[in-house]
């Protein structure tokens, strides 16, 4: 019985460990993605300015 318990009790930890795996994953993603959109953003701005100052 006992055996059977832990077994259980393993499979959900298990389960618990790679849904935080991913989520911690996609968070990265995430933040990666916000910062290349950050980047592209400054460099628009950066070129329009520039523009502006050359004409």
Same mark, same amino acid.
């Given at each position: 019985? %006992? *055996? =059977?318990? =832990? %077994?259980? %009790?393993?499979?959900? *930890?298990m $389960?618990? *460990?790679? @849904?935080? @795996? +991913?989520?911690?994953?996609? /968070? &990265? &993603? @995430? /933040? +990666? *993605? +916000?910062?290349? #959109? #950050? /980047? !592209? /953003?400054?460099?628009? +701005?950066? #070129?329009?300015?520039?523009? #502006? !100052? $050359?004409r």
């Amino acid at each position: 019985m %006992s *055996s =059977i318990l =832990i %077994s259980i %009790s393993m499979k959900i *930890s298990m $389960q618990l *460990s790679t @849904k935080m @795996k +991913v989520k911690k994953l996609y /968070n &990265r &993603r @995430k /933040n +990666v *993605s +916000v910062k290349l #959109q #950050q /980047n !592209v /953003n400054h460099f628009i +701005v950066n #070129q329009l300015l520039k523009n #502006q !100052v $050359q004409r």
